[in-house]
């Protein structure tokens, strides 16, 4: 039976999950969280190994012998030095496509917050405000509809499709702007026009050298004062000084996001004091279904993989 070690367990299964499922195929062991300085001890004699976030670089792969196979717990594999891996035939896969649907969710969350303000009149509610109220109603900000707004998808991938497929049933209109045009799903269009266009935009495209800060000053100058900008993919894709800048001085309604460049969040991060500026802990891809359908699909890539028919293989 092989060695399975899981690098950082707990951001599959904080405990509400099993790790049981893998054990008929392999000798596990699980480690809850590992430092950079941890891996190559706990990885030494091992055959395959699990991780999300832990960076496994040519060092790594040169110190472990017997590793032959590379399982991301994600869908991303940036964190993985695949030239390394090729050189020693290491099978490396990733999880892709298992978090569309609570990702497409989490963008309608943030999109719902602006429009709908639901957390801001729960508040004044519980601090009395209807109670002191001589109507029967109020509001304490502008409410919308979505129906007829415009929605600029960067990127149309899965959860891209899903955003607009979601849209639609909102009677928004969409427009979108990828690499691979879909005429069937959106009227694709420039990046210029997606920016001027968009009453909200919705980040879904890969993070590479072109899109890094690819909503930077320049990019906030083209959007309308009364858009709002939301980012459930990459951090990276923002330039968070400027984008603070904007927020700021009411040259964007509003900006929300599940991600930023650094995460952990840091402290001094400009985002964390900009006026209408919503942020979630990297949590749409964690529902416990979600969770659960990334295990499955792990077990599938493992079985696959020791029957030697490695499927979603990324090197």
Not at 39 to 61: G, H, P
Not at 90 to 105: K, R
Not at 137 to 159: A, D, H, M, P, V
Request: hydrophobic content about 40%; glycine content about 4%; charged content about 20%.
């Amino acid at each position: 039976m092989i060695k399975l070690t899981i690098l950082d367990g707990h951001a599959v299964n904080p405990g509400d999950l099993s790790w049981d499922i893998f054990r008929q195929f392999a000798d596990v062991t699980v480690y809850e969280r590992t430092e950079a300085n941890q891996v190559i001890e706990r990885i030494a004699d091992s055959d395959a190994i699990f991780l999300n976030k832990i960076n496994i670089t040519e060092e790594v792969i040169n110190s472990c012998p017997n590793l032959k196979y590379i399982g991301v717990l994600a869908t991303g594999y940036n964190v993985i030095d695949l030239v390394a891996a090729r050189k020693r035939n290491i099978i490396v896969t990733n999880i892709p496509s298992y978090s569309t649907n609570s990702v497409a969710q989490h963008v309608f969350a943030f999109i719902l917050n602006f429009t709908n303000l639901v957390s801001s009149h729960n508040e004044a509610v519980h601090k009395g405000d209807w109670c002191k109220c001589r109507d029967f109603c109020f509001w304490n900000n502008s409410l919308s509809e979505l129906s007829q707004k415009t929605l600029g998808i960067f990127g149309l991938g899965n959860i891209g499709k899903k955003v607009a497929e979601i849209a639609k049933a909102f009677d928004m209109k969409v427009i979108c702007h990828t690499r691979s045009p879909k005429p069937e799903i959106c009227e694709n269009v420039s990046f210029e026009e997606l920016l001027r266009r968009s009453d909200f935009i919705s980040l879904h495209a890969p993070l590479t050298e072109a899109t890094k800060n690819i909503i930077n000053k320049e990019s906030l100058s083209l959007m309308k004062p009364s858009a709002y900008l939301i980012n459930t993919a990459r951090g990276g894709f923002i330039d968070e000084e400027a984008l603070a800048e904007a927020l700021n001085n009411n040259q964007l309604a509003g900006y929300a996001a599940d991600v930023v460049a650094e995460e952990p969040m840091a402290e001094n991060n400009p985002l964390l004091k900009a006026k209408n500026c919503v942020i979630t802990p990297h949590i749409a891809w964690a529902p416990k279904e979600t969770r659960q359908r990334l295990q499955g699909i792990a077990l599938d890539n493992l079985k696959n993989w020791l029957n030697n028919t490695p499927v979603n293989v990324v090197s």
